[in-house]
Structure formats: structure tokens, C-alpha cells
């Protein structure tokens, strides 16, 4: 249940692991993908949502070659390969090194205007802070004021973090979120010492804020993913349109019901939201469905901007920028579409996504579309040098589309878990649980696919 990436991508593994399986998918909406959208206009190709995935992990790039897109991934544009952040109404770039939380270069931070020489002094002394003993989560906020300060949290690591999760830094979980670097401390005793030793990645091409280098996006868009995993299922078993309205155990088989129809199935996948998953789970499994409730969700606001390239005052520099919410701005972060990816634009023109909205700033995503995009244009006019309003604009509102991860989510995830537990034909998936990424829902729709499919197995 769910059409989303996770919903297809378990859709497509059951039927890569089991093809005489009956498989059919639910989806309330007529257009499949979830929030992955792409749409083209006057020569330019606009993601609705994620514009690309990282390739770290391998669940999104192996999907994309098992469908036939391996060829068809594009790189970053190695000569942008970086951010920039706002400080007093103008754009500084993140030091090279730096990466959302550890630096692995030091000069660039000690020369970057971003940070004043106290807050500099403060950053530098990280490796000298003292591992913290005490066990249990932490919020990003504590964890990057107690070893980096609080000025680089401000400046540095708050805008960066929040541009990935839409989250408040002082609930946003980093035993979830970033365990990474709760890792570096306990092992390394200091985060500049853990980035020192990790390798290098592409630092050495002068990226920073995120490892541009090692993101990727189809050719054509998010959408052909999106195609290919939908053209490879049974489209008899694609019900668009269909919201599940009453899930139910009917012996050892799962009974589903939507509006036009009640079904009988051996397993069943829940690729939905939370709160969607909690309403349905509720009647079998009011503990679950409780548990479930508990994970919050942010929406966002997205404007994108189409410019002539004429209208800017100078080239744009880098993949865009990111706001600190201290600078008190309308906008969360903006992306520049037509700097990271070929054809993403005319070559005459420019293409912006400016994201609004987030866990604090919620109100925003009840503005009339005419007012997000004054907002943006406002903000970019100030920030950038544009002149003159954008040749056109969209407006795409996600609401309740981002899972905030708050402390103790990875304990809350748990108990989830054990609750399903007892009936293995039954999964959860999504971005609700272990990751938020692309390859993260992904890895969530196989692994939930994997582990009915086992259960069915050994029943038998």
C-alpha cells in the first residue's frame, strides 16, 4: 500500500524475487511516485522534490541499474561543487573541508568570514573538548554547541543539517539522524580527528556543505525512475486511485478494503506515512498504532523560479545557499537547478528551487502561492543580484512530508519494530523510520519486500 518510491521499490523486488507472485498496488492518487515529481516546461526539467540521490549507500544507483537507468545517472558539475550560506544579508561559501559537522582542512576555516575570531578560536579547540560520558540521544543543537560552539552551530551547522531534514535543531535526534558522528566522538574522541582519518572523499576538488561529488540524478529526471519501476510491475495489479480504507487479519492472510473493492492477500506492505499507517493498524494493533502516532511530521513550501540569465546581476556561484534561522530570512535554503545537473535549463536562462516552510516556520505553507512567490523573488533579489521578477513560477506544497527524527527516535523505532514483529507478513516502510533519503526508502521497500516474502516462505 503506498506508490511512493518505497511502495514501488518493494513492489519491484517482489517481483524480481518471486514472479509468480500476485502483486498489486494501492496508491490514492492517480500519479504514482509520491512526492518525486518531475515536470518539463519551455525547455526546462523541474523536480517537484528530491532533484538527486547520493551514492554512499548502494540501494539507489543498483535499483537504478537493475531497471536500466546505469547509464543514464549524471554527476554534479564539478566546477560548482559547492555552498554557500547567508551571514548579514550576504553569501559566504562554506569552507571547503567542512561538512556538516567536521572539518578536515583547517586554513579555510580560519579564513572564512563566516565566523567571527572568537568563534573560530572555539571551533578550532573541538579536538580538545572531552567526549561526553553520558549515554543515551542527544539533539543536534547540544551535541554541536557542546563540541563545536555555538556560533559554528548557529552559522554553520544549523542551516546545513536543517537544509536535509526541514528540522528543529533542538529536537532533531542525532543517535537517528547523524549517527555517523556520534560514532566519530565515541571512537575518535573529537570530530576533527575522525575526519582527519576518514578518507578524503572529493574534499580534494574543493567541494563543501554536503559531498557534492558524490550525488547523482537520471537524466531525465526522478520521474524516469519512477516510470521504470512502475513499467516493470503487472499493471493490472496497479490500482491508482484506490485509498485503503480498512486493513484486517482474515485468518493467516490480510484482508484489504478500499471503496470499490475488499481483497485477500498472504502479505501486506504498509508504504505510507506514519499517521496513515497508524489509522489503519489501529483496529489490529492499537499499541502499534499508538506508537506510530507519535512520529511527528514538517511540510515544506517549494518555489521554483525560472530567471533569463540576463536578469542576474552576477554569476551564480556554487549549487546555491542556505539560510541560518538566525539571520531571521522568509526562505529556508535555495537550490540552483540549472548550476548542478546539464539540462535542467535553456542555456540562456536560470532555473531556482527556493524551499519554505520547514518544522519552524509551519504557517508558511498556508500563504496564497502569490505570496511564497514574492517571498522568494524578495529574498533572492537581495541575496543574489536578480533583477526583475522570475519569467515564471510554480508552487509545490508537501505537507506533513518530512518525519522529524526527535530524540529518542531511534528507541521509538525499536519498540515499533517489536510491535510488528509478531505477525512477519506484515511490514512497515517509508522514510518514517531509519533515513529520510532516496536510497534510504529504497533500502526500506526490498528489505520490507525481503522480509514477507522470507516469511512466507518458511510458513510453507
Request: hydrophobic share 45%.
Amino acid at each position: 500500500m503506498g506508490g511512493g518510491i518505497t511502495g514501488l521499490a518493494a513492489a519491484h523486488r517482489l517481483t524480481e524475487l518471486a514472479p509468480q507472485a500476485q502483486v498489486v498496488l494501492f496508491d490514492a492518487g492517480q500519479r504514482l511516485g509520491g512526492v518525486l515529481g518531475t515536470e518539463r516546461r519551455d525547455g526546462f526539467l523541474v523536480e517537484l522534490s528530491a532533484d538527486n540521490f547520493i551514492t554512499t549507500t548502494p540501494w539507489a544507483i543498483d535499483l537504478c541499474r537493475r531497471v536500466g537507468l546505469g547509464e543514464q545517472l549524471l554527476p554534479t558539475r564539478p566546477s560548482q561543487r559547492r555552498a554557500f550560506v547567508v551571514r548579514r544579508g550576504r553569501l559566504f561559501p562554506v569552507p571547503v573541508g567542512f561538512h556538516l559537522l567536521s572539518a578536515s582542512r583547517l586554513w579555510p576555516l580560519v579564513s572564512s568570514p563566516l565566523l567571527s575570531w572568537p568563534g573560530k578560536f572555539r571551533l578550532l579547540c573541538e579536538p580538545l573538548v572531552r567526549r561526553r560520558r553520558e549515554d543515551g540521544d542527544e539533539s543536534l543543537a547540544s551535541f554541536a554547541r557542546r563540541r563545536l560552539g555555538r556560533e559554528a552551530f548557529e552559522r554553520l551547522v544549523q542551516p546545513l543539517v536543517a537544509g536535509i531534514y526541514t528540522a528543529d535543531a533542538e529536537k532533531l535526534s542525532m543517535a537517528a539522524a547523524l549517527p555517523r558522528f556520534v560514532e566519530m566522538e565515541r571512537t575518535s574522541g573529537s570530530l576533527t580527528r575522525g575526519a582527519w582519518r576518514a578518507p578524503s572523499g572529493d574534499d580534494a576538488a574543493g567541494s563543501s556543505g554536503a559531498r557534492y561529488g558524490l550525488f547523482v540524478a537520471p537524466r531525465d529526471g526522478m520521474t524516469s525512475l519512477v516510470d521504470a519501476l512502475t513499467n516493470r510491475l503487472d499493471q493490472h495489479g496497479v490500482r491508482r486511485g484506490s485509498a485503503v480504507i480498512r486493513l484486517a487479519a482474515d485468518g493467516q492472510r490480510w484482508s484489504v478494503a478500499t471503496a470499490d473493492e475488499t481483497s485477500s492477500f498472504d502479505g501486506a506492505i504498509l508504504a505510507l506515512p506514519a499517521y496513515a499507517a497508524a489509522g489503519l493498524v489501529e483496529p489490529i494493533n492499537p499499541p502499534l498504532a499508538s506508537e506510530l502516532q507519535r512520529i511527528p511530521y514538517a511540510g515544506c513550501a517549494l518555489v521554483v523560479a525560472a530567471y533569463r540569465r540576463e536578469q542576474m546581476v552576477r554569476e551564480l556561484a556554487g549549487f546555491g545557499f542556505v539560510v541560518p534561522a538566525v539571520e531571521r530570512r522568509n526562505i529556508l535554503a535555495a537550490s540552483y537547478s540549472s548550476s548542478k545537473f546539464d539540462g535542467r535549463a535553456p542555456h540562456d536562462r536560470v532555473l531556482i528551487r527556493v524551499f519554505l516552510g520547514g518544522a519552524e516556520r509551519p504557517e508558511q505553507l498556508d500563504l496564497d502561492d502569490n505570496t511564497l512567490v514574492e517571498m522568494a523573488a524578495a529574498e533572492l533579489t537581495d541575496l543574489v543580484g536578480i533583477e526583475g521578477p522570475p519569467e515564471w513560477s510554480r508552487v509545490v506544497r508537501w505537507p506533513r512530508s518530512m518525519p522529524q527524527y526527535h530524540v529518542g527516535h531511534v528507541q521509538l523505532v525499536e519498540r515499533i519494530e517489536r510491535l510488528v514483529a509478531p505477525s512477519p507478513t506484515l511490514a512497515l516502510a517509508g522514510n518514517a523510520y531509519h533515513g529520510v533519503g532516496v536510497p534510504n526508502c529504497i533500502q526500506s521497500g526490498e528489505q520490507a519486500a525481503e522480509r514477507v516474502l522470507a516469511a512466507l516462505q518458511a510458513s510453507r
